[in-house]
T-cell receptor, first 116, second 111 residues
Framework: DAGVTQSPTHLIKTRGQQVTLRCSPK?????VSWYQQALGQGPQFIFQ???????QRGNFPDRFSGHQFPNYSSELNVNALLLGDSALYLC???????????????FGPGTRLTVT | RKEVEQDPGPFNVPEGATVAFNCTYS??????FFWYRQDCRKEPKLLMS???SGNEDGRFTAQLNRASQYISLLIRDSKLSDSATYLC????????????FGQGTTLQVKP
């Protein structure tokens, strides 16, 4: 049973450039959430996709956008990169509809983005 | 003020010690509570969910106090392999799926 996969594992970009990160959810999962984890901090919620639509969004600017495909995989796009965008970007998948009390998100290994 | 607050540590303890981590959350609408473990440069993994009645999983015990908006994790008989960052996480029923993480508490167990 394949877990959550993300690509690429590492990426170095220059300020002002654009980047696309990819995520494939765990088999059987239909919901994908994206998180940003800066060094020494806990992950921060960016947004969540379900049924190919953005269902919920955290406190991130419009430079951060995403997409979900019919096969439930997802992309995170960041435009006009800033130095402060350097972080570990984590994708998490889950199955919508299960009781909240037992709700669990499975995280992928992340993409480490460095902006120079 | 952050919605979920933890003492970042680090906690340096000898093998066999008992160590306790505490966490407070500010939003009374929070409904689900978890402890995640994150090894260095790896992804977070669910350690255990936390219930009002408290729950135990081997050497790990989690407690929730809704009145004080306080969550704890107790690790007994610490092992070297317990060295990691422990993340306190809450979720609100009205925000399906959004997990709110604390900063994390770093534990280093030494021989």
């Amino acid at each position: 049973d394949a877990g959550v996969t993300q690509s690429p594992t590492h990426l170095i970009k220059t300020r002002g450039q654009q980047v696309t990160l990819r995520c494939s959810p765990k088999s059987g999962h239909d919901t994908v959430s994206w998180y940003q984890q800066a060094l020494g901090q806990g992950p921060q919620f960016i947004f969540q996709y379900y049924e190919e639509e953005e269902r919920q969004r955290g406190n991130f600017p419009d430079r951060f956008s995403g997409h979900q495909f019919p096969n439930y995989s997802s992309e995170l796009n960041v435009n006009a990169l800033l130095l402060g965008d350097s972080a570990l970007y984590l994708c998490a998948s889950s199955l919508d509809g299960i009781p909240v009390v037992s709700y669990e998100q499975y995280f992928g290994p992340g993409t480490r983005l460095t902006v120079t | 003020r952050k919605e979920v607050e933890q003492d970042p540590g680090p906690f340096n303890v000898p093998e066999g010690a008992t160590v306790a981590f505490n966490c407070t959350y500010s939003n009374s609408a929070s409904q689900s509570f978890f402890w995640y473990r994150q090894d260095c440069r790896k992804e977070p993994k669910l350690l255990m969910s936390v219930y009002s009645s408290g729950n135990e999983d081997g050497r790990f015990t989690a407690q929730l106090n809704r009145a004080s908006q306080y969550i704890s994790l107790l690790i007994r008989d610490s092992k070297l392999s317990d060295s990691a960052t422990y993340l306190c996480v809450v979720s609100r029923v009205s925000n399906t799926g959004k997990l709110i993480f604390g900063q994390g508490t770093t534990l280093q167990v030494k021989p």
